[in-house]
């Protein structure tokens, strides 16, 4: 089993910062995996999810170009937290965000495992 923990979500006001942070746990780290692949996504009411940011193993990262110049993904040495740092939030930045690891095996089907989801609002 693999559990991802998030947290930093909440309410700011337009051209405010939040940071996400996601905890991997688990199984995970007893697979023998080529990559992880670590993202956030998001969803706003009425509308299609989809990816914001992702960062591989390698640390090379994936933005939506709505993100660009203003989110930063990371992830820690032990490979096992991903962080979305939001600068310059805006109003059509609401959505409720969620961490997906993806991991790229050797053989046989990737695996994806997502979050609970974390809220975050912008005010304008």
């Known amino acids: 089993q693999v559990q991802l923990v998030e947290s930093g979500g909440g309410l700011v006001q337009a051209g405010g910062s939040l940071r996400l942070s996601c905890a991997a746990s688990?199984?995970?780290?007893?697979?023998?995996?080529?990559?992880?692949?670590m993202g956030w996504y998001r969803q706003a009411p009425g509308n299609q999810g989809y990816l914001v940011a992702d960062?591989?193993?390698?640390?090379?990262?994936n933005y939506a170009d709505s993100v660009k110049g203003r989110f930063t993904i990371s992830r820690d040495g032990a490979r096992n937290t991903v962080y979305l740092q939001m600068n310059g939030l805006r109003p059509e930045d609401t959505a409720v965000y969620y961490c997906?690891?993806?991991?790229?095996?050797?053989?046989?089907?990737?695996?994806?495992?997502w979050g609970q989801g974390t809220q975050v609002t912008v005010s304008s």
């Open positions: 997906k690891v993806e991991v790229v095996t050797w053989v046989g089907p990737n695996q994806h495992y």
């Open positions: 688990g199984d995970i780290f007893k697979m023998d995996f080529r990559n992880l692949i």
């Open positions: 960062i591989t193993s390698e640390g090379t990262t």
